[in-house]
């Protein structure tokens, strides 16, 4: 996506702020709409209660940031932004269905090894949302916000998580949103489906990545476990396909991705300690987590450091680094990498770099443009309306979000044509990566003139594919943006000096 759909919908936001000069309320809900477009790209974690949520956001930061524990603070949509120090921030309406919000500082403690944040006085129904700030690289360009389950036995806290994310207000909503799944229940479905719905009418979220989360429990803590969860995330996948909105179901073991980030060289230590004990005996004590943790269990690693190992890594990721260190992993950073990639963390952060990462400005620009449709509907005044058309315009125009609904779409409807022909065509939109060498499916040290050639080919057959008279609509249209974007390829190629 260029930058001109960007540059266009600061535009338009200016010209609306001038319009709602003498509107002081009105004019603040707009400056909040320019804000989102310089802001980080805003990524929500949902999912059923114990999904994992906050255990996911903790791997994918690198650090212990979010409560894991059942307490008031994780029933609240929390927000987690870069900051230079750590705070936590409640925002709150001193008396329910009063106006106006308060805030208040929240202490960070930890309880029984576990960090949680303690709301004092205040309840879950009267805070708002949380604001964390925190040192970390990984939130500089992602603000990641953490909601309660959706299957709450609250019916209000259920909704607050389906708000956040179909808000009816500019400040508030995700640009994009990783669901988590231990199950496929009607509870999800029906989310997903409540999603889709604002997806389809452009005010909700573009991209839906699906998470089978606590990944090595499929498989009861084997070995194989993530192999189980690979059959079980393809199996939903194929059952999420006629939602048309989950772009891809990844597998995680959370638990283990987050004790990888985190592990310390005394847990090193005890997994080669129990590398060496013999291995029929070292199942036999690993039959359950409380087996393992025993006090007089024969193992070779005192009992405060066992039930450690298995509160951090889980029996899997225990089995897991014992196994590699059998194999030859000499040291605690190569183990870690290597656990990292075998809980499926990897991949997961591959797929967001590629459906969100790369699209940031595209999923920005969708959002501010979908709020500022939403301020100038709910207050017209002459003028309003040309801005609200070129609005609307920006947002069925704008080739990026063409892609993006397509690849939505490719996994709910079938199209007329070869398998072949089919996954080219869903690399060319940027279903691999938006980059050039992605789209084409070439190698990056291909020459500019040659990688020109094969852009020049695909806009051909893309275009011819578009008018051959028997294809069905949907098919004819997704050729269609397939030969927008290998024109838009050849463009930027043709831009390039030689």
Same mark, same amino acid.
């Given at each position: #996506?260029?930058?001109?759909?960007?540059?266009?919908?600061?535009?338009?936001?200016?010209?609306?702020?001038?319009?709602?000069?003498?509107?002081?309320?009105?004019?603040?809900?707009?400056?909040?709409?320019?804000?989102?477009?310089?802001?980080?790209?805003?990524?929500?974690? *949902?999912?059923? @209660?114990?999904?994992?949520?906050?255990?996911?956001?903790?791997?994918?930061?690198?650090?212990? +940031?979010?409560? $894991?524990?059942?307490?008031?603070? /994780?029933?609240?949509?929390?927000?987690?932004?870069?900051?230079?120090?750590?705070?936590? %921030?409640?925002?709150?309406?001193?008396?329910?269905?009063?106006?106006?919000?308060?805030?208040?500082?929240?202490?960070?403690?930890?309880?029984?090894?576990?960090?949680?944040?303690? @709301?004092?006085?205040? %309840?879950?129904?009267?805070?708002?949302? @949380?604001?964390?700030?925190?040192?970390?690289?990984?939130?500089?360009? $992602?603000?990641?916000?953490?909601?309660?389950?959706?299957?709450?036995?609250?019916?209000?806290?259920?909704?607050?998580?389906?708000? #956040? @994310?179909?808000?009816d207000n500019e400040a508030?909503?995700?640009?994009?949103?990783?669901?988590?799944?231990?199950?496929?229940?009607? $509870?999800?479905?029906?989310?997903?489906?409540?999603?889709?719905?604002?997806?389809?009418?452009?005010?909700?979220?573009?991209?839906?990545?699906?998470?089978?989360?606590?990944?090595?429990?499929?498989?009861?803590?084997? =070995?194989?476990?993530? #192999?189980?969860?690979k059959e079980v995330a393809?199996?939903?996948?194929?059952?999420?396909?006629?939602?048309?909105?989950?772009?891809?179901?990844?597998?995680?073991?959370?638990?283990?991705?987050?004790?990888?980030?985190?592990?310390?060289?005394?847990? &090193?230590?005890? &997994?080669?300690?129990?590398?060496?004990?013999?291995?029929?005996?070292?199942?036999?004590?690993?039959?359950?987590?409380?087996? &393992?943790?025993?006090?007089?269990?024969?193992?070779?690693?005192? *009992?405060? #450091?066992? *039930?450690?190992?298995?509160?951090?890594?889980?029996?899997?990721?225990?089995?897991?680094?014992?196994?590699?260190?059998?194999?030859?992993?000499?040291?605690?950073? %190569?183990?870690?990498?290597?656990?990292?990639?075998?809980?499926?963390?990897?991949? =997961?952060?591959?797929?967001?770099? +590629?459906? &969100?990462?790369?699209? *940031?400005?595209?999923?920005?620009?969708?959002?501010?443009?979908?709020?500022?449709?939403?301020?100038?509907?709910?207050?017209?005044?002459?003028?309003?309306?040309? +801005?609200?058309?070129?609005?609307?315009?920006?947002?069925?125009?704008?080739?990026?979000?063409?892609e993006l609904r397509l690849?939505?779409?490719?996994?709910? $409807?079938?199209?007329?044509?070869?398998?072949?022909?089919?996954?080219?065509?869903?690399?060319?939109?940027?279903?691999?990566?938006?980059? +050039?060498?992605?789209?084409?499916? /070439?190698?990056?040290?291909?020459?500019?003139?040659?990688?020109?050639?094969?852009?020049?080919?695909?806009?051909?057959?893309?275009?011819?594919?578009?008018?051959?008279?028997?294809?069905?609509?949907?098919?004819?249209?997704?050729?269609?943006?397939?030969?927008?974007?290998?024109?838009?390829?050849?463009?930027? =190629?043709?831009?390039?000096?030689?």
């Amino acid at each position: #996506m260029t930058a001109a759909p960007l540059h266009e919908a600061r535009a338009l936001i200016a010209s609306a702020r001038q319009l709602y000069a003498g509107r002081p309320e009105i004019r603040d809900q707009l400056t909040e709409c320019a804000r989102r477009l310089e802001q980080p790209l805003r990524v929500a974690l *949902a999912g059923s @209660l114990k999904a994992g949520k906050s255990t996911l956001l903790n791997s994918l930061v690198g650090q212990d +940031i979010a409560p $894991t524990d059942a307490t008031e603070c /994780t029933r609240v949509v929390t927000w987690y932004r870069s900051g230079s120090t750590p705070t936590v %921030t409640a925002w709150y309406q001193p008396d329910p269905g009063t106006g106006g919000q308060r805030s208040a500082n929240v202490p960070v403690l930890r309880r029984d090894g576990h960090l949680t944040f303690d @709301l004092g006085h205040l %309840t879950a129904d009267q805070v708002d949302r @949380l604001d964390v700030e925190w040192p970390s690289s990984a939130l500089a360009h $992602t603000t990641i916000i953490d909601t309660p389950g959706t299957s709450s036995l609250s019916r209000d806290v259920s909704a607050r998580t389906l708000e #956040m @994310l179909t808000p009816d207000n500019e400040a508030s909503g995700a640009d994009a949103v990783v669901y988590l799944l231990r199950t496929l229940n009607a $509870t999800d479905v029906q989310f997903l489906g409540q999603i889709g719905d604002h997806v389809g009418d452009e005010s909700g979220p573009l991209g839906v990545v699906g998470v089978v989360s606590r990944a090595d429990e499929v498989g009861a803590g084997r =070995l194989d476990a993530m #192999m189980s969860a690979k059959e079980v995330a393809s199996r939903f996948a194929g059952e999420l396909e006629r939602t048309g909105l989950c772009q891809a179901v990844v597998p995680v073991a959370g638990l283990l991705a987050l004790g990888a980030r985190t592990m310390r060289q005394a847990e &090193f230590t005890a &997994f080669q300690h129990l590398a060496e004990f013999p291995v029929d005996d070292l199942n036999l004590a690993m039959l359950s987590a409380d087996r &393992f943790a025993r006090e007089d269990s024969p193992l070779p690693v005192d *009992a405060r #450091m066992r *039930a450690q190992l298995a509160d951090r890594f889980g029996l899997f990721g225990i089995r897991m680094a014992v196994t590699l260190i059998r194999l030859g992993t000499k040291d605690s950073p %190569t183990l870690a990498a290597e656990l990292v990639e075998r809980s499926g963390l990897d991949e =997961l952060r591959q797929v967001i770099d +590629i459906q &969100f990462g790369q699209r *940031a400005d595209q999923l920005k620009t969708h959002s501010a443009l979908v709020a500022l449709k939403r301020v100038l509907t709910a207050h017209p005044v002459p003028g309003a309306g040309e +801005i609200l058309m070129s609005a609307e315009r920006l947002l069925s125009d704008v080739h990026g979000f063409q892609e993006l609904r397509l690849l939505g779409r490719l996994r709910s $409807t079938e199209v007329g044509l070869p398998a072949d022909d089919v996954a080219e065509l869903q690399r060319l939109i940027g279903g691999f990566g938006i980059q +050039i060498p992605e789209r084409l499916g /070439t190698d990056g040290d291909d020459s500019v003139e040659l990688q020109r050639m094969r852009a020049l080919a695909a806009v051909r057959k893309w275009r011819e594919r578009a008018r051959h008279p028997l294809l069905d609509q949907f098919t004819a249209r997704a050729c269609t943006v397939a030969a927008r974007s290998a024109e838009g390829v050849l463009e930027e =190629l043709n831009t390039v000096r030689l």
